[in-house]
């Protein structure tokens, strides 16, 4: 007997098909793999046949011979994702989803006739992607308590952060200082109070100092300035509303290097307390070291630091109680100040900080150098700034 010819065992296996005869669908498409005369539709056929008569492995193989012939192949493409599904491998399932919707990721452009699995691709998808992330979270969740128990909280603050850039629910924030850009110092925010052995003996001063910014605090309107000041004849930017402002103001202990002696002599435990620190040095520049009250319900706006050569220091000494909290966030990271606690940031990242009290907030703030720099690496920056002058852009913003 002469064996039909490919159309017809082709047209029989998709009619076997459509009808339910499972069988005798898989027998004829067999038949067209065994002359070599089997397209990818077919195997895909012969796959579905397969898949019904519970033969996973068949199907399995056919589906694989349908993708080596058309990649991209729609339903094969489907059919090894359920196949997959069926099998409880949720993690391959998920994946074949993810690589059919990449190659075919315009709904509209799929034929009317594949929408609804499209649909039904991307749905699965969705389901898939929304239990690996609850189970994902939980197991880190545990990991992460029992590490920050362990070895304490700044231990995983990297991995958080990666973390959570990882499900999107974080920008990614970098150091872009206004005026002079340092490369290949690491994107840090935050830093680790004890990794200045300095900050123990500076927060034990906590009260004595806030005792001598009592005093000032007396005379406010006369020692307070607002922090960001018009300089004369220089061209000042108005950023966020702040030049001039006097809700949030600064009464120096030096200002560009230099000693401002009239504060320094009610505040000799404060000068006392900061003489012991590593505080930056550049002639003309710097140390700035002062007392920065915000007033309440004040909001300072985004912006960013001139260097990313220096850490700011906040050594909380007023905090008043709110809800929220008196808050400082540095890129991605907020941080509530503390009395007594110290705060190291870069402020080339871009920074903001609001006081929602109905009191002030008041910090010491001063300015050290970023512990990776070497000292040539300081003396650098020095020469750097010597050399621009005094007529190039303020550094203590």
């Known amino acids: 007997m002469t064996p039909p010819p490919p159309s017809a065992l082709s047209r029989a296996g998709f009619d076997a098909l459509r009808q339910g005869r499972f069988d005798a669908a898989r027998q004829a498409f067999d038949a067209l793999a065994a002359a070599g005369q089997a397209d990818a539709d077919d195997l895909v056929g012969l796959g579905l046949a397969c898949a019904r008569l519970n ?16 990649p991209g192949h ?13 099998a409880g491998n949720e993690r391959e399932a998920a994946a074949g989803y993810q690589q059919l919707l990449r190659a075919h990721p315009d709904a509209g452009a799929v034929p009317p006739s594949l929408q609804r699995d499209w649909q039904r691709a991307q749905a699965l998808l969705s389901g898939y992607a929304q239990r ?9 969740d545990q990991r992460l308590e029992q590490a920050r128990a362990q070895h304490g909280p ?9 973390l959570r ?10 150091s872009e200082p206004r005026l ?12 680790d109070p004890a990794e200045f052995p300095w900050v123990p003996a500076l927060e034990a001063q906590t009260a004595l100092i806030r005792d001598e910014l009592q005093g000032l605090l007396a005379e406010r309107e006369a020692r307070f300035r607002p922090y960001v000041e018009r ?5 000042v930017v108005n950023e966020g509303g702040m030049l001039d402002n006097p809700d949030w ?13 009239e504060v320094q002599q009610r505040c000799p435990r404060t000068v006392a307390a900061l003489q012991q620190l590593p505080l930056a040095n550049v002639p003309g520049r710097a140390p700035n070291v002062l007392f920065s009250l915000l007033r309440p319900g004040t909001h300072i706006p985004p912006h960013h630091g001139f260097l990313n050569t220096r850490c700011i220091v906040h050594l909380p000494l007023i905090v008043p109680p709110s809800e929220p909290p008196c808050r400082l966030r540095v890129g991605a990271e907020e941080h509530a100040w503390q009395e007594g606690r110290v705060v190291v940031f870069d402020d080339s990242f871009e920074h903001e900080a609001w006081n929602p009290s109905g009191a002030l907030r008041c910090v010491l703030l001063f300015e050290v150098w970023r512990p990776e720099l070497s000292l040539l690496e300081r003396e650098l920056v020095v020469q750097l700034f010597d050399a621009l002058g005094a007529g190039a852009a303020e550094t203590s913003l």
């Not at 493409?77 to 196949?83: N, V």
């Not at 690996?132 to 880190?140: G, I, K, P, T």
């Not at 850039?165 to 970098?174: D, E, I, N, S, V």
């Not at 002079?180 to 830093?191: G, K, V």
């Open 231 to 235: 300089v004369p004849g220089r061209a």
């Open 180 to 191: 002079f850009h340092l490369p290949e110092l690491p994107d840090r925010a935050f830093f």
């Open 249 to 261: 103001t600064a009464c120096y202990l030096w200002k560009n290097g230099e000693p401002v002696a």
């Open 165 to 174: 850039r990882l499900q999107g629910r974080q920008p990614l924030y970098r």
């Open 74 to 86: 729609f339903r094969a493409m489907l059919l090894k994702a359920d196949l997959q599904a069926a």
């Open 132 to 140: 690996f992330a609850a189970q994902l979270q939980q197991d880190l």
């Open 55 to 70: 033969d996973a492995a068949a199907a399995q193989v056919a589906i694989d011979a349908a993708l080596t012939r058309q």
């Open 154 to 162: 700044w231990a995983t603050r990297r991995f958080e952060q990666a």
